[in-house]
């Protein structure tokens, strides 16, 4: 696995952790938070991964707590 890939599957782990330990934050900041540059990058790069959007992931998350 190249050393990227690495670090943004730690970043996205993460990421998914503080969605939902921290429900009130938005996805712009969890997105910095997690170390991503751009917001759009991260969108896209945990639509990739998980196939929904973070704002979906966190929801469906929710609803099973």
Do not use: C
């Not at 670090?7 to 996205?12: A, S, T």
């Not at 782990?13 to 751009?38: D, N, Q």
């Not at 917001?39 to 991964?49: A, G, R, Y």
């Amino acid at each position: 696995m190249p050393f990227r890939d690495w670090i943004v599957g730690l970043r996205m782990e993460y990421a998914k952790r503080e969605m939902v330990r921290h429900p009130e934050w938005t996805i712009e900041e969890i997105s910095k938070t997690s170390g991503f540059l751009s917001t759009s990058h991260f969108m896209k790069n945990f639509k990739e991964k998980e196939g929904q959007s973070p704002a979906k992931w966190r929801k469906s998350k929710a609803s099973t707590r």
